[in-house]
């Protein structure tokens, strides 16, 4: 065996070996070629871990892309329902400006309550002139519970609405539905009647109920014809009862006619039993 070392670095340059083989002084971590003995053989190296060409999605990324999945699905499902929407889309672009116009004006009312009570409250804690002042608004306010609660006549500009019945009768939600959107375009006081002319005052306690072919209001049964008088905004009303969908649409669709006719002057005369509290009590 021959062995030969390198001057002045004291590490051998080669180790040569009985058996041919030889490893280099610059490969510490082993790993040099090994020759076979002059066979031409292929040349061993050191094992190596083998790599991976591709990596697989984590738990989280499929649960973040089931998340996506799920998201976009609603979203389709959302614009293809509000596309569908068949109130929007089978009203014309004149009923979108008067269901506008009855926003407006609500809201315009709804300011119009909010600074004569902000003016009510200055006036009942301006002094001297804030008991006067407390008597009036007292009374007013009896007024408007008296109207509210059915037990003052009252008169003002507002609606006259018939129902005519046909192929069918004219339904109790019918009536209710008429009487909730009239309601909501700021009526102020109504009464219904039956083709006999016996009227019920409509207040916050009112229901309406199918019996025997005929409409129960708050006891009462009448007969069509159906009657209602409404007083308040008479074209803020009307707008609400031709609104897409709404009573006229549903009472024309059964075959029967909604007349409605605007007056300067609507008496709303009936009466309203008042009302026996049983169970609530005001808090002191």
Known sequence: ?????????????????????????????????TAADGDGGPTAQSPRRPGRRGSLISPAGLIILGLLVVLGFTLVVQVRNNAADPTLTAARQEDLVRILSDLEARE?????????????????????????????????????LGVLGGSLPVQGPGLRVRFVSGREPVRAAALLDAVQELRGAGAEAM???????????????????????????????????YEVLAIGDPSTMRTALNIPGGVVASVSG???????????????????DPLVLRHARPVS
Do not use: H, K, N
């Open 254 to 272: 059964d075959g029967g006619t909604v007349i409605v006719e605007e007056r300067d002057v609507v008496d709303v005369s009936a009466l309203s």
């Open 108 to 144: 315009e009312r709804l300011r119009q309550d909010i600074a004569v009570l902000e003016e009510s409250q200055r006036q009942l804690t301006s002094g001297a002139q804030g008991r006067e002042a407390a008597l009036a608004e007292a009374s007013r306010r009896a007024d408007e």
């Open 1 to 33: 065996m021959v062995l030969r070392r390198q001057t002045g670095t004291g590490w051998p340059d080669a180790v040569a070996g009985s058996g041919g083989s030889a490893r280099s002084a610059g490969d510490p971590a082993g790993v040099a070629a």
């Open 191 to 225: 009464q219904i009647s039956g083709g006999d002319g016996r009227a019920v005052r409509i207040v916050a306690s009112s229901y309406f109920l199918d019996v025997d072919g005929v409409v129960e209001v708050d006891g009462q049964r009448l007969a069509g014809p």
